[in-house]
């Protein structure tokens, strides 16, 4: 592959410097729009309410306050929803790959009556819109007592077909030996999915954990139905309550929405590679 | 449904026989295995999928014990109602806006961050992905902000280039495509990742061979590489379009449907009719009209996971 580098031949780097040079201003514009609006509410996040309005846009502000934050983490409960969604999100993330892992190796490593029959039930329901299942699951969520409450949020998500499919999908490339090996050294079925089978999934299971956690995290519609008492909200849905009682409030709209997305950020540059492979299952995106 | 307490006698299958022919009473222990998933996947996913279809044959309010069976009138009146057509046009009119545009621009977004001038392409990578972190509700607080009238810095720049005013979210001619551009970047990181992906992993010598032809670098991306990508764009434009008719977060947060339904996407129906205007039967038939629309459109979908 050739690359834009100097590697001695001068003719060849002059001839395709014009090129580079347009393929870069381009890449800086995209740089700019797809961060842009990140760094933009960042700095929005300390400016006084009556800079926030000003023509031309500040894109610095002239004056740092903190105000802003000070008044989300006093005045309203946002540090509440900050914690409801990390343990929401956390506690959806664990269950669902617990409980999809179980199945997927199942599904992958064992022959049994029905499992064609389920697999394929299984594949049908990618097709049901979320919003068809929308008002039966309320009602059962409901007749099941756990409206409002940290049950109702996390119950109904545990059963992710898509990680079904992911787990299935990487647990059939271990090879049998590893399990037979376990098997006469007496290990128990459950011996061999626990000591075996998960570990030896790892990657698969940090990239269904990236993916639970990351559409958790971001999950407005479940919640809006099921809660009605404010300080069991989750972060998506006091922003959507936000916009709606400080709606030209720029200041505080900006530092909220800006404090809900850097515990993701910084999941994401640590654990950058699972979130790329997530992407693939189709799921990031809620 | 398949659970550890469906026993031989309970099946009905008490011949042991069928089980050593079947080849398996060793593998019993797999029922336990899916048990924890499957009673979930039974009463959030199958039973309410049955219940909906039901549903959708009642007049009520959600919270109502006695629901009327009405037939198929909630149907008929979705095909009379003023209101459903706007939505059935506004989540049209979404949909094939939204899916060519971001597939197109992903497209050459990709052969950007493709060519080979390019270093660091896994920065690129990554910054591509950051609009996908944020929630649609961050993201509407954000672009509010950006799209806002007047003081809005998009406003004032399209303002410099001496394009007059457009209220992106409160006039009823813009508002869907102010939705439309925010979606936009929201969305597209997704598209322009799998391109990617897909174009590296196209040999080179295949575009050495073609330029060795006489073809030029427009010629080996039209010829060659968009066409190897083809089963890529495929499952983009699938993704693109499951999630464009299911349109609902940013709306909700932005415009809850306005100005004057200009917003009112399927989803947003659903949502007010069975939570707000006490109108479940309207809400799930108008749910059964968007299955039958995805349906086909994911049976796509499932084929490529089902492939794997």
Known sequence: MTRFKFNGDWRKTIRVLPQAVIVYV???????????????????????????????PQLIPEEFVWDNYSYILTELPFSLWFFNTILVALLVTVGTVLIDALAAYAFAKKQFWGRDFLFGLMLATIMIPGALLLIPAFLITNWLGLLNSYGGLIIPGLANVLGVFLLRQFMQTIPEELEHAARIDGCSDFGVFWRIILPLSAPALATLSIVVFTSQWNNLVWPLVVLNDKDLYTLPLGLALLRSEFQVNYGITSASAFLSVVPLVIVFLFLQRYFLEGLTVGAVKG | MATTSATP????????????????????????????????????????????????????????????????????????????????????????????????????????????????????????????????????????????????????????????????????????????????????????????????????????????????????????????????????????????????????????????????????????????????????????????????????????????
Request: charged share 10%; hydrophobic share 55%; net charge neutral.
């Open chain 1, 26 to 56: 381009l890449l800086a514009a995209l740089v700019i729009l797809m961060l842009g609006p990140y760094l933009y509410i960042f700095s929005s996040s300390f400016k006084e309410t009556y800079t926030l309005i000003s023509i031309p």
């Open chain 2, 9 to 308: 006698q309970e099946s009905g299958l008490t011949d042991t026989s069928f089980w050593k022919r079947a080849g398996v009473r060793r593998n019993l222990s797999a029922y336990a295995f899916i048990l924890p998933f499957m009673a979930l996947f039974v009463i959030f996913n199958i039973g309410p999928f049955f219940w909906a279809l039901w549903l959708s044959l009642l007049r009520g309010d959600i919270v109502d014990q006695v629901k009327p069976f009405v037939g198929l009138q909630n149907y008929l009146s979705l095909t009379t109602d003023d209101i459903t057509l706007k939505v059935f046009l506004n989540s049209l009119q979404y949909t094939v806006s939204v899916v060519p545009i971001a597939v197109i621009t992903a497209l050459a977004l990709a052969f950007l961050i493709g060519n080979k001038l390019v270093r660091f392409k896994d920065f690129f990578r990554a910054v591509v992905f950051f609009p996908l972190l944020a929630s649609a509700a961050a993201t509407a607080q954000i672009w509010s902000y950006i799209l806002a009238p007047r003081y809005g810095v998009l406003t004032y720049l399209t303002g410099l280039l001496g394009i007059p005013e457009i209220y992106w979210l409160s006039d009823p001619d813009w508002a869907l495509y102010g939705i439309l551009l925010i979606e936009w970047w929201r969305g597209i990181g997704f598209h322009i990742i799998l391109f990617l992906a897909a174009m590296l992993g196209v040999p080179e010598e295949l575009h050495e061979a073609a330029r060795i032809d006489g073809a030029n670098a427009w010629q080996v991306a039209v010829k060659v590489t968009i066409p190897l990508m083809g089963p890529v764009i495929l499952f983009s434009v699938v993704m693109g379009t499951i999630w464009a008719f299911q349109l609902f977060d940013t709306v909700f947060v932005l415009t809850n449907g306005g100005p004057v339904h200009a917003t009112a996407t399927m989803v947003w129906y659903i949502y007010n009719h069975a939570f707000r205007y006490g109108q479940v039967g309207m809400a799930a038939a108008m749910g059964v009209v968007l299955l039958l629309i995805i349906m086909p459109i994911s049976y796509v979908q499932m084929r490529v996971l089902g492939e794997r």
